[in-house]
Nanobody, 119 residues
Framework: VQLQASGGGLVQAGASLRLSCVASERTFRWLNMGWFRQAPGKEREFVATIRYGSSNADYADSVKGRFTIASDNAKNTVFLQMNSLKPEDTAVYYC?????????????WGQGTLVTVSS
């Protein structure tokens, strides 16, 4: 299974972007799908996660109130709606899936999509 992330781009501060992550197999079932990001020179950090078949989501404090994660299970797609973008949101954004019960780590990763926010 491959995860394909898309939707990144160059925007000005205050703008919005919507990232998408599609699983290559329609039968792919996951427990959690998450978004992570890695800014230049920094470690990868958690952004948001959502449980399969649920609207329950968790967010990093830095994006709460600005970002929304949602899923379309019929299309095996997860979205990250990013509003009120700030220059500090600039990073490569990765989607990831957790499929193993009892393990908290994400075991499938997409290739990343670059988000650049100018001031």
């Amino acid at each position: 299974v491959q995860l394909q992330a898309s939707g990144g781009g160059l925007v000005q501060a205050g703008a919005s972007l919507r990232l998408s992550c599609v699983a290559s197999e329609r039968t792919f079932r996951w427990l959690n799908m998450g978004w992570f990001r890695q800014a230049p020179g920094k470690e990868r950090e958690f952004v948001a996660t959502i449980r399969y078949g649920s609207s329950n989501a968790d967010y990093a404090d830095s994006v709460k109130g600005r970002f929304t994660i949602a899923s379309d299970n019929a299309k095996n797609t997860v979205f990250l709606q990013m509003n009120s973008l700030k220059p500090e949101d600039t990073a490569v954004y990765y989607c990831a899936a957790r499929t193993i019960v009892g393990k908290s780590s994400y075991n499938y990763w997409g290739q990343g999509t670059l988000v650049t926010v100018s001031s």
